[in-house]
Protein backbone atom coordinates (compact mmCIF):
# COMPACT_ATOMS: atom_id res chain seq x y z
CA UNK A 1 0.00 0.00 0.00
CA UNK A 2 1.34 3.66 -0.68
CA UNK A 3 1.81 6.35 1.79
CA UNK A 4 2.01 9.48 1.69
CA UNK A 5 2.83 11.03 5.08
CA UNK A 6 3.04 14.71 5.65
CA UNK A 7 4.35 16.56 8.49
CA UNK A 8 5.42 20.30 9.34
CA UNK A 9 3.10 22.11 9.41
CA UNK A 10 1.79 24.63 12.70
CA UNK A 11 0.93 27.84 13.59
CA UNK A 12 3.36 30.78 13.20
CA UNK A 13 3.74 34.44 12.76
CA UNK A 14 4.07 36.52 9.63
CA UNK A 15 7.58 36.18 8.60
CA UNK A 16 8.18 33.02 10.17
CA UNK A 17 9.72 29.80 8.50
CA UNK A 18 8.07 26.48 8.55
CA UNK A 19 9.44 22.81 6.68
CA UNK A 20 6.91 20.74 5.75
CA UNK A 21 8.37 17.16 4.94
CA UNK A 22 6.55 14.35 2.89
CA UNK A 23 7.42 10.64 3.49
CA UNK A 24 6.67 8.41 1.18
CA UNK A 25 5.96 4.05 1.81
CA UNK A 26 4.87 1.91 -0.88
CA UNK A 27 6.35 4.03 -3.36
CA UNK A 28 9.59 5.75 -4.39
CA UNK A 29 10.29 9.36 -5.45
CA UNK A 30 13.21 8.59 -7.39
CA UNK A 31 11.55 7.46 -10.66
CA UNK A 32 8.16 10.14 -10.05
CA UNK A 33 7.49 13.76 -10.06
CA UNK A 34 7.22 15.14 -6.35
CA UNK A 35 5.01 18.70 -5.88
CA UNK A 36 3.05 20.18 -3.08
CA UNK A 37 -0.46 21.61 -3.46
CA UNK A 38 -2.58 23.09 -1.45
CA UNK A 39 -5.94 24.43 -0.53
CA UNK A 40 -7.60 27.73 1.56
CA UNK A 41 -11.60 27.64 2.27
CA UNK A 42 -13.54 28.17 -0.64
CA UNK A 43 -10.39 28.50 -3.07
CA UNK A 44 -9.27 26.32 -5.67
CA UNK A 45 -6.21 23.82 -4.92
CA UNK A 46 -3.37 25.43 -5.95
CA UNK A 47 0.50 23.58 -7.27
CA UNK A 48 2.87 25.43 -5.37
CA UNK A 49 5.53 23.88 -6.40
CA UNK A 50 7.18 20.35 -8.09
CA UNK A 51 10.61 18.93 -8.13
CA UNK A 52 10.29 16.61 -11.40
CA UNK A 53 12.45 13.38 -12.09
CA UNK A 54 15.36 15.83 -13.81
CA UNK A 55 15.27 17.54 -10.48
CA UNK A 56 14.02 20.91 -11.73
CA UNK A 57 11.71 22.41 -10.26
CA UNK A 58 8.58 24.91 -10.19
CA UNK A 59 7.21 27.57 -8.40
CA UNK A 60 3.89 29.37 -8.31
CA UNK A 61 4.45 32.92 -8.26
CA UNK A 62 3.44 33.57 -5.08
CA UNK A 63 5.91 31.86 -3.39
CA UNK A 64 9.13 32.39 -5.65
CA UNK A 65 12.32 33.39 -3.75
CA UNK A 66 10.49 32.34 -0.23
CA UNK A 67 9.95 28.47 -0.60
CA UNK A 68 12.08 26.08 -1.53
CA UNK A 69 11.05 22.61 -2.79
CA UNK A 70 13.61 19.08 -2.37
CA UNK A 71 13.48 15.63 -1.59
CA UNK A 72 15.83 13.33 -0.25
CA UNK A 73 15.99 9.66 -2.63
CA UNK A 74 17.83 8.22 0.31
CA UNK A 75 15.26 8.64 2.86
CA UNK A 76 12.14 8.87 0.43
CA UNK A 77 11.29 12.31 1.76
CA UNK A 78 10.07 15.43 -0.28
CA UNK A 79 10.43 19.10 1.87
CA UNK A 80 9.23 22.19 1.37
CA UNK A 81 11.17 24.67 3.27
CA UNK A 82 8.79 28.12 3.48
CA UNK A 83 10.49 31.12 4.49
CA UNK A 84 8.65 35.10 4.79
CA UNK A 85 5.78 33.21 5.56
CA UNK A 86 2.40 35.89 4.99
CA UNK A 87 -1.04 35.59 6.13
CA UNK A 88 -1.88 34.72 2.68
CA UNK A 89 -0.09 31.32 2.84
CA UNK A 90 -2.35 30.19 5.07
CA UNK A 91 -3.85 26.75 3.80
CA UNK A 92 -3.81 23.27 3.96
CA UNK A 93 -0.87 21.83 2.19
CA UNK A 94 -1.04 18.28 0.49
CA UNK A 95 2.15 16.19 -0.90
CA UNK A 96 1.57 14.51 -4.33
CA UNK A 97 3.65 11.88 -6.13
CA UNK A 98 2.77 10.43 -9.78
CA UNK A 99 5.53 9.40 -12.23
CA UNK A 100 3.23 11.20 -15.35
CA UNK A 101 3.73 14.25 -15.97
CA UNK A 102 0.83 15.13 -17.62
CA UNK A 103 -1.20 14.75 -14.40
CA UNK A 104 0.64 18.03 -12.83
CA UNK A 105 -2.36 21.06 -13.40
CA UNK A 106 -1.77 24.43 -11.75
CA UNK A 107 -5.09 24.79 -10.55
CA UNK A 108 -7.96 21.62 -9.24
CA UNK A 109 -10.67 21.79 -8.19
CA UNK A 110 -10.37 19.61 -5.16
CA UNK A 111 -7.19 18.38 -3.56
CA UNK A 112 -6.91 14.86 -2.89
CA UNK A 113 -9.53 13.81 -5.55
CA UNK A 114 -7.13 13.65 -8.77
CA UNK A 115 -4.89 11.36 -10.15
CA UNK A 116 -1.54 10.62 -8.26
CA UNK A 117 -0.54 9.64 -4.55
CA UNK A 118 -1.56 12.09 -2.43
CA UNK A 119 -0.85 12.54 1.86
CA UNK A 120 -3.64 13.53 3.94
CA UNK A 121 -2.37 17.18 4.07
CA UNK A 122 -1.61 19.65 7.46
CA UNK A 123 -2.36 23.00 8.14
CA UNK A 124 -0.56 26.07 8.13
CA UNK A 125 -2.02 28.78 9.80
CA UNK A 126 0.23 32.58 9.55
CA UNK A 127 -1.10 35.22 11.45
CA UNK A 128 -0.30 38.53 10.96
Known amino acids: EVQLVESGGGSVQAGGSLRLSCTAS????????MGWYRQAPGNECELVSL???????YYTDSVKGRFTISQDNARNTGYLQMNSLKPGDTSVYYC??????????????????????WGQGTQVTVSS
Open 26 to 33: GFTFDDSF
Open 51 to 57: IRRDGTT
Open 96 to 117: RADSRPWIWSGRLTHCRTALGY
